[in-house]
């Protein structure tokens, strides 16, 4: 189908309403720094100049995007982008624009290069991941990169799922305001910077970061970059980063379940931040030098931090929302399912879904965020060996911008959602302790009501990090030394628990383990708990590497009717009751949980 061609019937100003608005509720006007006259540029005007267009193929949309004359170009319907990853090099004075809800580049992006005068809006850019490549190193793929750009405004987008960056603003860009998007699970959202020059402005304001790990925003050798009104919620590595010489102003933002939500990186990086709220959201919250004064540039209104998470989840994004996700997901790496990361199915899943994940080793960092409920994520073949989820984060490893991750950033598999059944995979923390002793998790239980069945998990310290309340059935766990640990609840019931050195079993909170297995190879190398812990082991088959003394420290020990090599009644070891032992069942050690059927 050919595109349609509309002819504008008057001639439109910078302050008058743009084309970009066109089958949009919302103002045509640019605002913050793209909003300025600068560089022989009237502020952001995009393709006003020039004609409109309606496309609905990447033919026509790479025809338009790149030709020399200006255009507002219409965007109808879902553009799937080839080959994989394509970024369509946009053109100067060029308005991309979905059309009403539903508007969509898929598997693909925009590179704006050395170019003015861009506006893109009420657009979904997806899905361009490349399964495995969770660091985004093997393949570019953003959802929209500009390098030496100015004046571009990003508007009222949705950026999801892209293979590195969501957006990256690079190599001296100017004159940017990127307002009113979501950017959404996924690794890296929006950094700024890549140069050593110190001269970029940008304008951020009412976006939604949410379900993302780190770049939110990271923003490296600004001469001035303005915060303002912006939600960032549900981040696992760090929030908003000021780096280099950069120049930060941060305020009446709100921070939501965000580690570190505020870090001036180096000795020359300024940040003043005002107004902010910070909810369950501890770490950094720095301020440091006089950055500037975004008054001085332009004027704005800022709403109360308090209400930002209402307006921005309300207001953010293209119209029509997001596009729901089956209540069935799968999730592969050879392109043969919905998504291809589990972090992404993890994202989209509707509470009740159930997530299928087909043979792979998938290296990713997973975060079942804290509003997760009733989510089932399982192994497509039932045997744990073929689906392996594994990521090698030490908690002792040095944050690039100070201090170390600990056990909350640094476990493979993030567990901050309640009533989550996991079933048939493999959790692995592959850091190699020889470099540096220290926890290394595989998997961390924050939420509430945790299941595991018939799951793996596999590290050396600290494999099992236990915050909440988690019951295992059915499992196999290796390590070496606080091989289960933390201060929450956790019910080993027919699990395999493998001391691969010497060290201990337990360590922390409440551990019951029943109708288990002990195992280890190195004779009387291993205690069963240590201090400041309740460690009650029944019913379970002790071997040889259990220590004669097996607890260590002042903690609540006992056992009950086990067996094995390594079992035995002395006065060094507590023994309950029949009495006792009816308090240390399943159920009861739980308290109020109703157990999944089979439990």
Same mark, same amino acid.
């Given at each position: 189908?050919?595109?349609?061609?509309?002819?504008?019937?008057?001639?439109?100003?910078?302050?008058?309403?743009?084309?970009?608005?066109?089958?949009?509720?919302?103002?045509?006007?640019?605002?913050?720094?793209?909003?300025?006259?600068?560089?022989?540029?009237?502020?952001?005007?995009?393709?006003?100049?020039?004609?409109?267009?309606?496309?609905?193929?990447?033919?026509?949309?790479?025809?338009?995007?790149?030709?020399?004359?200006?255009?507002?170009?219409?965007? &109808?319907?879902?553009?799937?982008?080839?080959?994989?990853?394509?970024?369509?090099?946009?053109?100067?004075?060029?308005?991309?624009?979905?059309?009403?809800?539903?508007?969509?580049?898929?598997?693909?992006?925009?590179?704006?290069?050395?170019?003015?005068?861009?506006?893109? &809006?009420?657009?979904?850019?997806?899905?361009?991941?490349?399964?495995?490549?969770?660091?985004?190193?093997?393949?570019?793929?953003?959802?929209?990169?500009?390098?030496? #750009?100015?004046?571009?405004?990003?508007?009222?987008?949705?950026?999801?799922?892209?293979?590195?960056?969501?957006?990256?603003?690079?190599?001296?860009?100017?004159?940017?305001?990127?307002?009113?998007?979501?950017?959404?699970?996924?690794?890296?959202?929006?950094?700024?910077?890549?140069?050593?020059?110190?001269?970029?402005?940008?304008?951020?304001?009412?976006?939604?970061?949410?379900?993302?790990?780190?770049?939110?925003?990271?923003?490296?050798?600004?001469?001035?970059?303005?915060?303002?009104?912006?939600?960032?919620?549900?981040?696992?590595?760090?929030?908003?980063?000021?780096?280099?010489?950069?120049?930060?102003?941060?305020?009446?933002?709100?921070?939501?379940?965000?580690?570190?939500?505020?870090?001036?990186?180096?000795?020359?990086?300024?940040?003043?931040?005002?107004?902010?709220?910070?909810?369950?959201?501890?770490?950094?919250?720095?301020?440091?030098?006089?950055?500037?004064?975004?008054?001085?540039?332009?004027?704005?209104?800022?709403?109360?931090?308090? &209400?930002?998470?209402?307006?921005?989840?309300?207001? #953010?994004?293209?119209?029509?929302?997001?596009?729901?996700?089956?209540?069935?997901?799968?999730?592969?790496?050879?392109?043969?399912?919905?998504?291809?990361?589990?972090?992404?199915?993890?994202?989209?899943?509707?509470?009740?879904?159930?997530?299928?994940?087909?043979?792979?080793?998938?290296?990713?960092?997973?975060?079942?965020?804290?509003?997760?409920?009733?989510?089932?994520?399982?192994?497509?073949?039932?045997?744990?060996?073929?689906?392996?989820?594994?990521?090698?984060?030490?908690?002792?490893?040095?944050?690039?911008?100070?201090?170390?991750?600990?056990?909350?950033?640094?476990?493979?598999?993030?567990?901050?959602?309640?009533?989550?059944?996991?079933?048939?995979?493999?959790?692995?923390?592959?850091?190699?302790?020889?470099?540096?002793?220290?926890?290394?998790?595989?998997?961390?239980?924050?939420?509430?009501?945790?299941?595991?069945?018939?799951?793996?998990?596999?590290?050396?310290?600290?494999?099992?990090?236990?915050?909440?309340?988690?019951?295992?059935?059915?499992?196999?766990?290796?390590?070496?030394?606080?091989?289960?640990?933390?201060?929450?609840?956790?019910?080993?019931? &027919?699990?395999?628990?493998?001391?691969?050195?010497?060290?201990?079993?337990?360590?922390?909170?409440?551990?019951?383990?029943?109708?288990?297995?002990?195992?280890?190879?190195?004779?009387?190398?291993?205690?069963?708990?240590?201090?400041?812990?309740?460690?009650?082991?029944?019913?379970?088959?002790?071997?040889?590497?259990?220590?004669?003394?097996?607890?260590?420290?002042?903690?609540?020990?006992?056992?009950?009717?086990?067996?094995?090599?390594?079992?035995?009644?002395?006065?060094?070891?507590?023994?309950?009751?029949?009495?006792?032992?009816?308090?240390?069942?399943?159920?009861?050690?739980?308290?109020?949980?109703?157990?999944?059927?089979?439990?």
């Amino acid at each position: 189908m050919k595109p349609l061609l509309v002819l504008l019937a008057v001639a439109l100003t910078v302050v008058a309403p743009s084309p970009a608005a066109a089958d949009t509720p919302w103002s045509g006007r640019a605002d913050g720094f793209a909003g300025l006259s600068a560089l022989g540029v009237d502020g952001t005007t995009g393709g006003a100049a020039g004609p409109t267009v309606t496309v609905d193929n990447q033919a026509d949309l790479e025809r338009y995007a790149t030709a020399s004359e200006p255009y507002v170009i219409k965007v &109808r319907g879902s553009i799937r982008m080839e080959p994989y990853g394509k970024e369509i090099e946009v053109a100067s004075d060029k308005s991309i624009v979905g059309e009403g809800a539903g508007a969509e580049i898929v598997q693909g992006g925009f590179f704006l290069n050395q170019v003015h005068n861009v506006i893109l &809006r009420n657009l979904t850019i997806r899905d361009s991941y490349v399964a495995g490549d969770w660091d985004g190193k093997s393949k570019d793929y953003d959802g929209v990169q500009m390098d030496g #750009a100015h004046h571009v405004w990003i508007d009222h987008n949705h950026f999801t799922r892209t293979g590195d960056g969501l957006l990256d603003i690079r190599k001296d860009s100017d004159y940017v305001t990127v307002s009113w998007n979501v950017f959404s699970d996924h690794n890296k959202a929006v950094g700024v910077g890549w140069t050593p020059n110190v001269v970029t402005k940008v304008t951020m304001h009412h976006n939604w970061i949410r379900g993302t790990h780190q770049r939110n925003a990271s923003i490296d050798n600004t001469e001035a970059a303005h915060w303002y009104n912006n939600y960032v919620q549900d981040t696992a590595m760090y929030g908003t980063m000021i780096r280099g010489s950069g120049k930060l102003v941060v305020e009446n933002s709100y921070y939501r379940s965000v580690p570190d939500p505020i870090v001036a990186k180096d000795p020359a990086s300024q940040v003043v931040q005002r107004g902010n709220v910070f909810d369950q959201s501890e770490g950094r919250t720095d301020q440091a030098g006089a950055a500037f004064d975004p008054s001085a540039y332009y004027p704005y209104r800022l709403d109360p931090a308090e &209400r930002v998470p209402a307006i921005v989840s309300r207001g #953010a994004g293209p119209l029509g929302g997001e596009r729901p996700a089956p209540h069935r997901i799968t999730v592969a790496l050879d392109g043969t399912g919905d998504f291809g990361s589990v972090q992404a199915a993890v994202g989209a899943a509707p509470r009740g879904a159930v997530i299928i994940i087909k043979p792979g080793v998938y290296r990713e960092m997973v975060r079942v965020w804290a509003g997760r409920r009733d989510l089932t994520i399982k192994g497509a073949t039932g045997d744990p060996e073929d689906v392996v989820i594994t990521y090698e984060l030490p908690a002792n490893g040095a944050k690039f911008y100070g201090g170390t991750w600990g056990p909350a950033a640094s476990a493979t598999f993030g567990m901050l959602g309640s009533d989550i059944t996991v079933e048939g995979v493999t959790l692995r923390n592959a850091y190699d302790e020889a470099l540096a002793a220290g926890p290394a998790p595989a998997v961390r239980t924050a939420g509430d009501r945790i299941t595991f069945k018939g799951t793996r998990f596999l590290g050396n310290e600290g494999t099992f990090q236990a915050d909440g309340r988690a019951y295992l059935r059915d499992c196999y766990v290796a390590g070496d030394v606080d091989i289960v640990r933390g201060p929450g609840t956790a019910v080993l019931d &027919r699990c395999v628990t493998e001391s691969l050195a010497p060290g201990n079993v337990a360590a922390g909170g409440s551990v019951l383990m029943t109708g288990s297995r002990l195992e280890g190879d190195a004779a009387k190398s291993v205690t069963l708990g240590r201090s400041s812990t309740q460690v009650v082991v029944r019913d379970s088959w002790l071997g040889g590497h259990v220590k004669d003394d097996p607890w260590e420290g002042e903690g609540r020990f006992a056992e009950y009717r086990n067996t094995g090599p390594g079992a035995a009644v002395t006065a060094d070891r507590p023994q309950l009751t029949d009495d006792e032992a009816r308090a240390y069942t399943v159920r009861a050690f739980l308290r109020n949980w109703a157990l999944p059927s089979g439990s």
